[in-house]
């Protein structure tokens, strides 16, 4: 890591360690979080008749839960994983009446849904949208959005051509503590922006692992998909897939796909990216592995002359300018500009974001309304593109030159070569 970068984390560890205490100590009163007329999706559904009909897709654990908050304003007639098992408990879960799918395609199909929630592992994601969008259906997805650049830019022209209500699963944007800290660094309460801090937490490292016969509740080769067929290893499914370069993008678009998101929000560049990437890190270099690095610093430039530094550690965003700093996670938001707020609060004339107080109501209510949802598919394109381009420096290891408007690497045929990937097929998308 450069000085520069362990002079920066030494000094964050100095403010982290004095303003910890600050929640605890009441300096965030109940007043800084009260609830507000102006949330979207504050209220469940008060009849049947205002229940929406959902289908869901890909039933792990996130995926149940985001089936179970959709379950709260409507009803789930449909359940769809390509195992068996899974799929079985989703429908004993949500009352037993639901028909099981293994094949998404068959279930975007039903005229009776509206929307769909979509789990599956993030090499599925797009692939699953597409269908539903084209299908008529709204759709809330997990984060992270999609597996590469390429993918994100079809997904916004599809959402695009079919109107259809997208809401991505970053649910940190319903949580007033990160509205709050972006707020604040969007109306000038630490100054001139300069630098913002990135910490993610730790991801495991592991392999090689056993190739195992495949279970008979799982069609492998659909659970697999675009990516290269291989032989089963449990390690490489349902929860862990998330560690596989094939699959996912490691911890970089895990918690970098909600920490990323934040900070762009805060900086306001929402429809935008970095100038320069310079990943750091070594790649697990085990067969039948974990492959995406679980210890690495990247650091972009963005326009306006703000830096970001990514690197392992408490996990939360650390915005800093020229007079002041705020630091945010799911715990806590700290900094002099929040112990401020009871005597100096944010002016009613101030940049004010979109207030959230239910992931879900927010979709729901946008569902109804056809308003953009507040994790709309253009931020969150732009957002994941982060994390996508620090993977590909990583991979290249090397700084690279991005040209955000374009969405291509500036004289790097290399690098806008990783921009998709080899699909595998039938399961290509487009």
Excluded at 11 to 25: E, M, P, V
Excluded at 204 to 231: E, H, I
Excluded at 398 to 422: H, I, N, P, Y
Aim: net charge neutral; charged share 25%; proline share 5%.
């Amino acid at each position: 890591m450069p000085h520069d970068s362990a002079q920066r984390g030494t000094s964050r560890r100095r403010f982290l360690a004095t303003t910890s205490g600050l929640a605890a100590a009441g300096a965030l009163g109940p007043h800084w979080f009260a609830t507000t007329r102006q949330a979207l999706g504050n209220e469940e559904p008060r009849s049947k008749n205002d229940r929406l009909v959902f289908g869901a897709i890909g039933l792990g654990g996130q995926g149940t839960h985001i089936a179970n908050n959709a379950a709260r304003f409507g009803d789930i007639v449909a359940v769809c994983d390509v195992d068996r098992e899974r799929a079985e408990k989703a429908k004993a879960h949500f009352g037993g009446k639901a028909d099981i799918f293994e094949d998404y395609r068959k279930l975007v199909e039903r005229p009776d849904i509206n929307a769909v929630t979509i789990g599956t592992p993030d090499h599925w994601h797009t692939a699953v949208c597409l269908a539903a969008l084209r299908a008529g259906k709204d759709v809330y997805c997990e984060k992270p959005l999609t597996l590469t650049i390429d993918e994100g830019k079809l997904l916004i022209k599809t959402v695009a051509e079919t109107g259809r209500v997208f809401q991505v699963g970053t649910q940190q944007r319903s949580d007033d503590r990160f509205r709050l800290a972006c707020e604040l660094v969007r109306n000038g309460r630490i100054g001139k922006l300069k630098h913002v801090t990135v910490t993610l937490p730790d991801s495991p490292a592991g392999g090689p692992f056993a190739k195992q016969p495949v279970p008979p509740n799982l069609n492998w080769d659909f659970w697999l998909g675009q990516a290269p067929a291989v032989d089963y290893i449990p390690e490489r499914c349902h929860y862990q897939f998330r560690w596989w370069y094939e699959y996912s993008g490691g911890i970089m678009t895990d918690w970098g796909a909600h920490h990323m998101d934040i900070a762009h929000w805060g900086m306001g560049i929402e429809d935008s990216g970095p100038l320069t990437i310079e990943g750091k890190g070594k790649l697990p270099n085990i067969v039948d592995g974990y492959n995406t690095p679980n210890l690495f610093t990247v650091d972009f430039t963005y326009p306006n002359d703000v830096t970001l530094h990514v690197n392992i550690g408490d996990n939360g965003v650390l915005f800093e300018g020229d007079k002041s700093r705020v630091y945010v996670n799911r715990g806590r938001i700290a900094g002099k500009p929040v112990e401020d707020l009871k005597d100096n609060p944010l002016p009613e004339d101030r940049i004010k974001l979109i207030v959230s107080k239910d992931h879900m109501g927010n979709f729901v209510s946008c569902v109804k309304s056809r308003e953009k949802p507040i994790s709309d598919v253009v931020s969150q394109h732009r957002s994941v593109s982060a994390c996508h381009l620090a993977n590909i420096s990583l991979r290249l290891g090397r700084k690279l030159t991005w040209d955000a408007q374009a969405e291509k690497f500036v004289g790097d045929s290399e690098a806008d070569a990783m921009l998709s990937r080899a699909q595998r097929a039938p399961y290509v998308v487009a």
